[in-house]
């Protein structure tokens, strides 16, 4: 009887630990879907802006970094909750071959961005867009709507909506660990640009 | 037409399925003598899981609620909105003063002494900005058309 007992707990501990072992894997799964395989990613549509210095902003001048590219607004509450880890995400990875670009939406343009801008201490670069920017993304209707762009250009994850700022985290460190094209981690890339 | 006249958004095809969250049913006709004021009710209808500003939003940042009117034949001297809600959403520290589903504005018109007798159209705006819990929608202005009959 002990012998049975026995036997069924250890075939329990056993079954419990295969159990746990898949959720942590089925875990990792759910954080790696987010960022799309190589192969399924199409191109950014290039845009051509000015920022909020008059400088123009080119998104191919970004190639051979990964760019957050967020589109929001000063009236979409849901957006400002993102903007302060935008802040961090840039401090902390741009020297990892990472760049922040936001995209205002606001029909008022600058008028209502730049005091925005300085009040919150936005340290990435910012542009105003319109419907027609918003169109060559396949329409832009809700913000915040963002696209995590690969460094070969392509759009690895996108997210329309307030998302979690780990689900951000992942994806960028997944991307900045990644050679272009290849979709697969490079730690040897790590920090080299 | 029990629904009367119904304003609908001015949206281009691929934002169609979800910038189209606010509907608002004018009333069918406004009637009344020179001089006289003619009370009119609005009836906005929300999509469920969405909110709009009030007409007195919490923040300065947001975006009210809001009725404009233009007429030869009336003058617009008052909208009056119902209480706000005062709730809570994930993107706000604080409480937000919103509208949700079905609520009712009622505008008050003096009928001009000037207006001549017979039919015309009142024309109006209603601007609005939308959110769920999670993402907002550019701000819209919804085209009004009520037809007045002015009478002796």
């Known amino acids: 009887m002990n012998q049975l007992f026995r036997g069924v707990l250890v075939a329990g501990l056993a079954g419990a630990a295969l159990f746990l072992g ?10 790696a879907a987010s960022v799309k395989p190589d192969d399924r990613r199409k191109m950014a549509p290039d845009f051509s802006l000015k ?7 080119k ?8 760019v957050l590219l967020n589109f929001w607004a000063t009236w979409c509450g849901p957006c400002k909750v993102e903007i302060p880890w935008f802040i961090e995400f840039e401090q902390k990875y741009k020297d990892k071959g990472f760049a922040v670009v936001g995209i205002s939406m606001d029909e008022d343009g600058w008028k209502a961005v730049k005091p925005y801008m300085a009040e919150k201490h936005i340290n990435y670069r910012m542009a105003v867009g319109d419907d027609s920017l918003g169109s060559l993304y396949g329409g832009v209707d809700s ?25 951000y985290q992942n994806e960028i460190e997944q991307l900045i660990g990644s050679r272009p094209g290849s979709g697969a981690p490079n730690h040897a890339a790590r920090g080299a640009n | 037409m029990a629904a009367g006249l119904a304003a609908v958004l ?20 406004i009637e009344g003598k020179r001089n006289e004021v003619v009370t009119a009710d609005f009836k906005l209808q929300l999509r469920t899981g969405f909110h709009v500003n009030s007409n007195t939003p919490s923040d300065d940042y947001l975006i009210p609620l809001k009725f404009t009117f233009a007429g030869a034949t009336v003058q617009a001297q008052e909208v009056t909105f119902p209480k706000p809600r005062m709730e809570k959403y994930p993107f706000s520290a ?18 001009l002494p000037t207006a001549p007798l017979g039919q015309s159209l009142l024309t109006g705006k209603l601007r609005y900005q939308a959110c769920s819990h999670t993402a907002c929608l550019p701000p819209k202005t919804v085209d009004i058309k009520v037809p007045v009959e002015v009478k002796n």
């Open chain 1, 22 to 31: 898949g959720c942590t894997k089925s875990t990792e799964d759910v954080r």
């Open chain 1, 51 to 57: 920022d909020s210095d008059g400088k123009p902003v």
């Open chain 1, 59 to 66: 998104l191919s001048d970004y190639k051979g970094k990964v």
């Open chain 1, 143 to 167: 913000l915040p709507t963002t696209f995590v762009i690969d460094r070969s250009g392509k759009i690895a994850a996108t997210h329309v909506g307030l998302v979690s700022k780990s689900d």
């Open chain 2, 10 to 29: 001015l949206i281009t095809p691929l934002a169609a399925q979800i910038s189209n969250v606010l509907f608002v049913t004018a009333p069918e006709k």
């Open chain 2, 94 to 111: 604080k409480p937000l003063s919103v509208f949700t589903g079905d609520f009712k504005t009622t505008a008050k018109f003096k009928i």
